[in-house]
């Protein structure tokens, strides 16, 4: 009767055991990954590279040259960089030198923007300070904003927005505008 009783409880200690094995076998499930574990997976390889030039051609003419001092490339039409100073070839032979402490660049769409202080001066004559510049230079529409300021010619401008052309020739200013001509204004 002693074996007995042992023999019973052994078998049930295996029946417990049994079902227990049984029930991580058949009846758990694996947890799908949260959002957070699934961006970290789908994240594309960022290339860095340091004292570069990013420049841009279309149809056998240079568009723009910016020498960056870092640029991380986010994905296929999004490169960010760091201390840019560069030219951009306008379509009317004139050249504008621009200089910026950070931008973001789209070459595949012809579109820059330049921030953390900007500053832009025209081969020919004009100059633009700001602390960001959006550019699309397809439709040549040029929209900066941040203590703006514009000297062109006889003329300065200032605001908080203007909206221009890369000639720097017709303005539309927003917020805190000022408008000052016939006088000789430095370009600093």
Same mark, same amino acid.
């Given at each position: 009767m002693k074996n007995k009783k042992t023999i019973v409880a052994a078998v049930a200690g295996l029946a417990v055991l049994f079902l227990v094995f049984t029930?991580? $076998?058949?009846? @758990?499930?694996?947890?799908?990954?949260?959002? +957070?574990?699934?961006?970290?997976?789908?994240s594309t390889i960022k290339a860095t590279v340091h004292n570069t030039v990013l420049n841009r051609e279309k149809d056998g003419r240079?568009?723009?040259?910016?020498?960056?001092g870092e640029a991380t490339q986010v994905n296929d039409n999004l490169v960010k960089a760091k201390n840019l100073d560069g030219i951009v070839y306008l379509s009317n032979g004139d050249e504008m030198y621009v200089k910026a402490?950070?931008?973001?660049?789209?070459?595949?769409?012809?579109? $820059?923007?330049? @921030?953390?202080?900007?500053?832009?001066?025209? +081969?020919?004559?004009g100059f633009l300070k700001a602390k960001k510049v959006e550019w699309d230079q397809d439709k040549?529409?040029?929209?900066a904003t941040g203590?703006?300021?514009?000297?062109?010619?006889?003329m300065l401008a200032r605001a908080e927005k203007v909206v221009t052309s890369s000639k720097l020739k017709h303005f539309k200013l927003n917020e805190k505008a000022h408008v000052e001509r016939g006088g000789h204004y430095e370009e600093k």
């Open positions: 029930w991580l $076998f058949w009846g @758990s499930s694996v947890p799908e990954p949260t959002d +957070k574990t699934k961006k970290e997976n789908d240079k568009l723009w040259a910016l020498k960056a402490a950070a931008g973001q660049v789209r070459p595949n769409s012809n579109m $820059f923007e330049l @921030s953390e202080g900007v500053t832009a001066r025209l +081969k020919n004559g040549d529409i040029l929209v203590a703006v300021k514009v000297v062109k010619d006889d």
